[in-house]
């Protein structure tokens, strides 16, 4: 029988009521001859919860530990949807994912998906089970502890079980009916866009726009899955929503496809730290040991052999990047005068293939800012995107007056 995957978020499965909700739109789809596996999310603010429980706990919490609290979630929502598809009569079991199992690597916090076993469901499948529904977000790890997946991480649970068996789709259903050029909370000029490229999709999504988890985008285009985002609380027909797809099957591009960010930034600089060879690995090895996810990276001309080293990271890891710099210097691998950390900054970002093409969007970026009086502390791009750091305050002025300026209320 044809099978599908469909995944649904935490507000899509946020009461009893919703989770029949998306039970029903299951059982539609069971009705109409396909097999689904279904992923489901934690109910909303439920991991933020767990979360919360942790760091109260453990501020430099055991990793292992944080997992196997905030994994839980998605556990008690795989049973309630199990039961709500029985209650209908639709045949259904829940799975958790070491029952799958989905084996994952041990980076706890941000594991990454290595297999998924599909013998045991397609067995049950084949014994008349139509609905095998599947705790999103955790596996469990080499050596048998249970791992998650990173914040978001039910969405590459559903992307990776549609490329183990081959689904025909993988619908992703969530709060909103599908990618807009900017997150549509900040700006209700933001429009839904039909179709958006892979590579765009990746960026957006790596730059902050939580719609998707990079990591599913990444796997959906490496397995060539059908990906298709769409809204949970409305009617959707055959075109509804966005499909995620090939720049090829795409008719015409925008230059700038969207503008994505990031609120919770934070700067940190060490100021005047010795400018000689091995300096950027004395300092990004023991950061990135100590799990700090550095994104930006400044280094300063230096002055009589000295220099700063500026970087950006999430603002929740400041206290790890501190411990970890603090504890480089006393074993004498790094000297710096002081450690600054500004925990007020928010990353901007536009994106688009058509810059590959086009010159002038960075420029236009900067100009825009400027008439705004923002000021950009720190810059980076690639071929198809560029980002700005700037003061938190100025975030939400700075993604409109760019939605503006790059004419996206006009996309589709
Ligand atoms: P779920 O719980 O269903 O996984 P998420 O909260 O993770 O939902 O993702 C959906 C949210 O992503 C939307 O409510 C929206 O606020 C946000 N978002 C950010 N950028 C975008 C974008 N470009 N397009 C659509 N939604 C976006
Ligand atoms: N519940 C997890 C989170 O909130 C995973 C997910 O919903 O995708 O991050
Ligand atoms: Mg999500």
Redo the contacts with the bound molecule.
């Keep these: 029988m044809p099978l599908l995957v469909m995944k649904f978020?935490?507000?899509?499965v946020a009461t009893p009521d919703r989770i029949r909700r998306a039970a029903k739109r299951v059982g539609r789809e069971v009705a109409a001859g396909h097999d689904v596996i279904v992923i489901v999310?934690a109910m909303?603010g439920e991991t933020n919860r767990l979360v919360g429980l942790v760091d109260d706990v453990s501020p430099l919490y055991d990793a292992r530990e944080y997992d196997a609290v905030v994994s839980a979630g998605e556990n008690v929502t795989a049973g309630l949807m199990a039961l709500t598809l029985q209650e209908m009569d639709v045949p259904a079991r829940s799975w958790q994912g070491w029952q799958v199992p989905l084996k994952t690597t041990s980076a706890h916090g941000a594991a990454r998906i290595e297999d998924i076993a599909t013998d045991n469901i397609r067995a049950k499948f084949g014994q008349g089970m139509r609905v095998a529904v599947v705790a999103g977000f955790q596996g469990i790890s080499p050596e048998g502890r249970i791992t998650t997946l990173g914040r978001?991480g039910?969405?590459t649970t559903a992307v990776a079980f549609a490329a183990a068996f081959g689904a025909e789709r993988c619908d992703i259903y969530?709060?909103?009916d599908?990618?807009?050029?900017?997150?549509?909370?900040i700006t209700d000029k933001a429009r839904k866009l039909d179709r958006i490229a892979f590579e765009e999709m990746l960026e957006?999504a790596s730059l902050g726009?939580?719609?998707l988890q990079t990591r599913s985008v990444e796997l959906a285009m490496r397995y060539k899955v059908r990906l298709r985002v769409l809204s949970s609380f409305e009617d959707n027909d055959e075109r509804a929503g966005t499909l995620v797809c090939d720049e090829e099957d795409i008719l015409e591009n925008n230059v700038v496809a969207?503008v994505?960010f990031s609120r919770d930034e934070a700067k940190m600089t060490l100021v005047s730290v010795a400018d000689r060879p091995g300096i950027a690995a004395a300092i990004f090895g023991p950061l990135a040991d100590a799990g700090v996810n550095v994104d930006m990276i400044v280094q300063n001309i230096s002055e009589e052999g000295r220099t700063d080293m500026t970087f950006s990271c999430p603002v929740d890891q400041v206290a790890r990047a501190e411990k970890a710099m603090v504890a480089a210097r006393e074993r004498g691998e790094i000297n710096f005068h002081e450690l600054v950390a500004d925990k007020d900054v928010a990353k901007v970002s536009v994106v688009g293939i058509g810059m590959r093409s086009h010159t002038g969007v960075a420029a236009k970026m900067f100009q825009v800012l400027s008439k705004e009086g923002i000021n950009i502390k720190v810059i980076t791009t690639s071929e198809i995107k560029i980002s700005v750091l700037i003061d938190r305050k100025y975030m939400e002025l700075a993604v409109q007056a760019l939605h503006d300026a790059f004419e996206l209320e006009k996309a589709a």
Aim: net charge negative; proline share 4%.
């Design positions: 978020g935490g507000t899509s999310s909303a978001g039910s969405d969530t709060d909103v599908g990618v807009y050029t900017t997150d549509p909370r957006l726009a939580k719609v969207g994505a």
